[in-house]
Structure formats: structure tokens, C-alpha cells
């Protein structure tokens, strides 16, 4: 059974930085994809950003292309999300999840605001406040 453990989140003023955390154990095969999502208080969860496994492909959401950088670390089985020049909007709990669909089979599905993954962590909260 996939376990993701997400750390990192806290409090951080505009235009500040965080790097969030996501820690897998359990079996997480090359054909699995990595993707972090958020939930803002009283909005719907979206997605944020994701990654193939096998690759290292990346996808960004328009609101944070530029500013966020999703990246792996095979050898750790954890992937990170470095989140710099942060807003007050960027302000949600931040969730990783696995799929074993492919990259470009998640991207298309986000396109249709389809979010189901196979596995999720529990979160970590992100608060960007001055």
C-alpha cells in the first residue's frame, strides 16, 4: 500500500518561499505519476502541478508556471514542490497524490477539473500572510 507524507508547510509573507515535502513509501513503480493539489477555505480542490515518475516530465497549472518548480528525488522516494514568490491566494492545504496513469492522461483529465488519483496524503497547511 502507497503511503505520501507531505511536510513543510507553514507560515510565510508575500513573496516569500516554502518547499513543501512528499515522502512515498510502500511499492511506487516508474509508471506512477506524483502530483501536488491545494484546497483554499471554500473552494473546490485543485491541481497544482505534476510529475512522471519515470521521466521526470513536469506540469504546471497557468497561476503558478514561473513561480513553482516540481522536482523528484528517485533515490529518497519523495518529491518536492519550491514554491517561491508566494501570494496571499496561494493560501490552501497543499496535498500530494499518486496515479499510475500517465502525465499526459492527468494533465487532460485536470483540464476537465477531474482530480481523482489513486493515493493521497493527508496534507500540509500554507499560509501566506503579512
Known amino acids: 500500500q502507497v503511503q505520501l507524507v507531505e511536510s513543510g508547510g507553514g507560515l510565510v509573507r508575500p513573496g516569500g518561499s516554502l518547499r513543501l515535502s512528499c515522502a512515498a513509501s510502500?511499492?511506487?513503480?516508474?509508471?506512477?505519476?506524483i502530483g501536488w493539489f491545494r484546497q483554499a477555505p471554500g473552494k473546490a480542490r485543485e491541481g497544482v502541478s505534476c510529475?512522471?515518475?519515470?521521466?521526470?516530465?513536469?506540469y504546471y497549472v497557468d497561476s503558478v508556471k514561473g513561480r513553482f518548480t516540481i522536482s523528484r528525488d528517485n533515490a529518497k522516494n519523495t518529491v518536492y514542490l519550491q514554491m517561491n514568490s508566494l501570494k496571499p491566494e496561494d493560501t490552501a492545504v497543499y496535498y500530494c497524490?499518486?496515479?499510475?496513469?500517465?502525465?499526459?492522461?492527468?494533465?487532460?483529465?485536470w483540464g476537465y477539473g477531474a482530480y481523482g488519483m489513486d493515493h493521497w496524503g493527508k496534507g500540509t497547511l500554507v499560509t501566506v500572510s503579512s
Open positions: 510529475i512522471s515518475w519515470r521521466n521526470g516530465s513536469t
Open positions: 510502500g511499492f511506487i513503480s516508474t509508471d506512477y505519476t
Open positions: 497524490a499518486a496515479d499510475r496513469g500517465s502525465l499526459s492522461t492527468i494533465r487532460s483529465l
